[in-house]
């Protein structure tokens, strides 16, 4: 199989979870609350996980120890600061309700674009080597499960139909295998090895500024701990899959 099939095949993998938000529709709310926090506290530690133990040191191996890789961890660290300044991108899992239809467009919106970048940098990291592409898709993915969850929810509650709903979800998440395709292409042309300390940048953002916030400080110890237990297993997951790597 060719890394350009690959490539495309983990892309649509990804867009397809953008459907996960089909699952509201047969849990409850009180269900759906109870798994979501979790969830996204996973996919914060899975995020933090995948930036350090992989992408960080195949950035280190590929372009050197040099400043130049730290620079592209901060251009991608303020690269999303920036989508969310200016288009208001959520990952929101908070009540839905709270938002106004307007910004259903804006995230659908933001949605694509954080879908193409991020079809760029795991695309880059399959070209770079496919352990590394497996291990930036698993984390990128741990962490749209509970955002597509969320972003569906916002749709539903700023005014869309639920089929509307899946199918625009879902037609935004087909920025990341264009994406894909498109780092493929340029390749030859382009160095994309400086994606993958950009992508750990993108990574580390949404973990920090984006995910944690919305799981700490709770009034229950016991979710509280919760919460930690779900940030670690995320961060421990992706230290196992690189010590695997490393073995083979």
């Known amino acids: 199989m060719t890394t350009l099939i690959i490539i495309i095949i983990s892309g649509l993998l990804m867009s397809c979870i953008a459907l996960i938000g089909s699952v509201t529709l047969v849990l409850k709310e009180s269900t759906l609350?109870?798994?979501?926090?979790?969830?996204?506290?996973?996919?914060?530690?899975?995020?933090?996980?995948?930036?350090?133990?992989?992408?960080?040191?195949?950035?280190?191996?590929?372009?050197?120890?040099?400043t130049a890789v730290y620079v592209w961890v901060v251009i991608g660290f303020v690269t999303f600061f920036a989508l969310e300044q200016f288009l208001h991108w959520h990952h929101c899992h908070l009540p839905p309700g709270q938002h106004k239809h307007p910004l259903t467009y804006l995230i659908l919106i933001a949605d694509g674009v954080h879908n193409f970048i991020g079809g760029l940098s795991v695309g880059a990291s399959f070209l770079i080597d496919p352990r590394l592409g497996i291990a930036a898709w698993l984390a990128a993915a741990a962490h749209e499960v509970p955002q597509e969850l969320g972003d569906f929810g916002i749709l539903l509650h700023g005014g869309w139909s639920k089929t509307h709903a899946l199918i625009y979800n879902f037609l935004s998440a087909l920025t990341f295998p264009l994406g894909g395709v498109i780092v493929y292409f340029m390749?030859?042309?382009?160095?994309?090895?400086?994606?993958?300390?950009?992508?750990?940048?993108?990574?580390?953002?949404?973990?920090?500024?984006?995910?944690?916030?919305?799981?700490?400080?709770?009034?229950?110890?016991?979710?509280?701990?919760?919460?930690?237990?779900?940030?670690?297993?995320?961060?421990v997951f992706l230290l196992v899959l690189q010590i695997l790597f490393e073995h083979h």
């Open 33 to 66: 609350q109870k798994i979501l926090l979790p969830l996204v506290a996973f996919s914060a530690g899975s995020l933090i996980g995948g930036a350090l133990f992989h992408m960080l040191p195949a950035s280190i191996e590929h372009l050197g120890n040099n």
């Open 187 to 235: 390749s030859g042309n382009v160095n994309t090895s400086y994606l993958i300390p950009f992508a750990a940048g993108n990574f580390i953002y949404i973990a920090a500024a984006d995910l944690i916030p919305e799981i700490k400080q709770h009034k229950s110890i016991r979710i509280n701990l919760l919460h930690l237990i779900a940030l670690i297993t995320g961060i």
